[in-house]
């Protein structure tokens, strides 16, 4: 079975400080990877993704991932915090194969960025 | 805003009573998803269609629980005899085929009382 776990709920950092946001699987076959941001009382919106090609995923507003299969990790990383990165964010799994809309979701971390 | 639509944005209901919610997807976005995301916890997936087939159903999907889309495109979701463990916000999703984004739509907050 397919688990998505985040280690940290809650996660602040400075303004223009890095962003790390942690992200381990399980899977027993190569899955795909997600990274969703939510932000208060709205849906969610990707950020990026992994499937099979780059093990390092550019995504959108700065953010990137780098999937590390020999430690079961995706985490997330922003160079420079900026306050309106302050939001959940979600990691993702899918079975390739299945829908990818299909998706595990681990609990969240929320990211509060201080001036 | 994603382009997917969901009605109502909030919901508060009595226990026992049932309640629809409604989802228009992305024009031409033949995949659409329902999740369910209870407070402090990620979305959870709930069921799938593709055009008018619904393909998938979560064991989450209890039989008080029916989705449809009759006609392939707006999709409902009913809850019949609402508990209070149903407060959850209902969140719909949709894709142009396998394989491409995923878009969220803001989600319909259902309260049960």
């Known amino acids: 079975a397919q688990s998505v776990t985040q280690l940290g709920s809650h996660v602040s950092v400075s303004e223009g400080a890095l962003v790390l946001l942690r992200c381990n699987y399980s899977?027993?076959?190569?899955?795909?990877l997600f990274w969703y941001v939510q932000y208060p009382n709205q849906g969610l919106q990707l950020l990026l993704k992994y499937t099979s090609a780059a093990t390092l995923v550019k995504g959108i507003n700065g953010f990137e991932a780098e999937f590390k299969k020999s430690e079961t990790s995706f985490h997330l990383t922003k160079p420079s915090a900026h306050m309106s990165d302050a939001a959940e964010y979600f990691c993702?799994?899918?079975?390739?194969?299945?829908?990818?809309?299909?998706?595990?979701f681990g609990k969240g971390t929320k990211l509060s960025v201080k001036p | 805003d994603t382009g997917v639509s969901q009605d109502p944005r909030h919901k508060i209901t009595k226990r026992g009573q049932n309640v629809t919610f409604r989802c228009d997807p992305i024009s031409e976005h033949n995949r659409l998803y329902w999740y369910r995301q209870t407070l402090g916890q990620g979305p959870e997936f709930l069921t799938y269609f593709q055009n008018e087939a619904q393909l998938e159903k979560s064991r989450l999907l209890s039989d008080r629980f029916s989705a449809e889309r009759p006609k392939g495109s707006f999709s409902t979701l009913e809850i019949q005899r609402t508990e209070q463990g149903d407060s959850a916000m209902y969140l719909c999703a949709s894709e142009r085929g396998a394989g491409n984004t995923i878009y969220f739509g803001e989600g319909s907050w259902l309260t049960v009382v």
């Open positions: 993702a799994v899918s079975l390739r194969g299945g829908s990818q809309g299909n998706l595990i």
């Open positions: 899977s027993s076959v190569p899955p795909y």
